[in-house]
């Protein structure tokens, strides 16, 4: 299933956690950010199009102000993401250039999908940006986001995302390898769940773990991701984005995940 869904798709939108974008230091991992876009590159020279939804502002903004790491204030939080994404987008520049890929920038919150006209920008941005050659770089802007307006996950950055660019596919990386019937990181005897065509009846039946260290969202944020989605017909993948070539391994049905089908 999930090799047939990138097959079919021409504009896919990719979601990266901040697990998936962070080593074993908690810093910015720039040998998977190589390793992506060499694949990346290839999928677009295949005749794809692709935009990229990233956490990592945190982490990169860690990376570099390593004693601003314990504080806990909004406003040192919101200022290491300045910083972070400076370095973030760098980081993801070096990756593409490589390949003469250009990369864009685009900072988003929830008020801006709330205004006709914004949205409307937005997706005239992306379009054009796509159309050239382009691939966009998709973050929630914490430096302004507050409680009441904040998206809160990138999960359902990317799902709104990739509705508002009529995507064919939304493909979220993670730290697991797809949607479970328990938290496989409590429960070994945890199964894999490949295949979902009705979430609410999963939500029923499956056991909803604790969000991850680095990320704001959780399983339960992916799921609603998914549904977002599914609503407007995109399908959604769910895999482990720190395997191996990840993507190169999902096209050859080497890697497994979970594929969430549209209604």
Same mark, same amino acid.
């Given at each position: ?41 290839? $999928? ?193 993948? $769910? ?25």
């Amino acid at each position: 299933m999930i090799p047939d869904l990138i097959a079919n798709a021409r504009k896919i939108v990719f979601k990266f956690g901040s697990n998936t974008l962070a080593d074993k230091e908690g810093k910015i991992n720039h040998d998977f950010l190589t390793e992506f876009a060499d694949q990346a590159a290839a $999928l677009i020279k295949s005749g794809k199009q692709i935009a990229v939804v990233s956490s990592g502002a945190q982490v990169a903004g860690l990376s570099t102000m390593g004693t601003w790491a314990r504080k806990r204030d909004i406003h040192y939080r919101q200022a290491l993401c300045a910083v972070g994404q400076v370095e973030l987008m760098g980081a993801w520049r070096r990756a593409f250039e490589k390949y003469s890929l250009h990369i864009a920038q685009i900072l988003l919150t929830q008020d801006d999908f709330g205004d006709p006209i914004r949205t409307l920008n937005m997706r005239n941005t992306i379009f054009t940006l796509v159309d050239e050659g382009i691939i966009p770089i998709i973050n929630e802007n914490d430096t302004v986001a507050v409680e009441e307006i904040k998206i809160g996950d990138n999960d359902n950055l990317a799902a709104q995302s990739a509705i508002l660019w009529s995507a064919d596919l939304l493909i979220l990386f993670s730290d697991i390898d797809g949607l479970y019937n328990k938290n496989p990181k409590e429960f070994p005897d945890a199964e894999l769940v490949g295949e979902v065509r009705d979430i609410d009846e999963v939500r029923k039946n499956i056991s909803i773990g604790s969000a991850n260290n680095f990320g704001t969202g959780g399983i339960t944020t992916k799921l609603e991701a998914a549904q977002r989605a599914a609503f407007y017909g995109i399908p959604t993948i $769910l895999a482990h984005g720190g395997r191996p070539r990840c993507l190169e391994a999902l096209v050859s049905g080497k890697q497994q995940g979970t594929a969430f089908l549209a209604n």
